[in-house]
């Protein structure tokens, strides 16, 4: 990688994208482990937005967004995602 690509990638950022989902995978696995309700439609919605979120950065990458707001727009997801699963 040169120093350019170091200088232009969110390293910080996409460094607490990964805590931030390593905390959306503890509360999805606590609530499919205490077999809630709703934990079926959880893992359904899981693979669905995975889905959507990555269909939706491939288009905003090929319209030519840097990889700082492909970081934020999974960072967004993510936090959408542990607001619902805390409350």
């Known amino acids: 990688m ?3 690509a170091d200088a232009e990638f969110p390293w910080f950022t996409a460094a ?4 931030e989902a390593g905390e959306v995978i503890r509360l999805r696995l ?3 482990a205490r077999g809630e309700a709703d ?3 959880e893992a359904e919605l899981m693979v669905s ?3 959507a979120a990555a269909l939706e950065a491939t288009a905003r990458l090929m319209a030519g967004a840097s990889p700082a707001a492909i970081v934020d ?8 995602n542990a607001e619902r699963l805390v409350t």
């Open 16 to 19: 607490m994208l990964a805590m």
């Open 2 to 4: 040169t120093a350019t």
């Open 30 to 32: 606590e609530k499919f």
């Open 73 to 80: 727009l999974y960072r967004n997801y993510v936090a959408a």
């Open 49 to 51: 937005e995975k889905m």
């Open 39 to 41: 934990a079926v439609e």
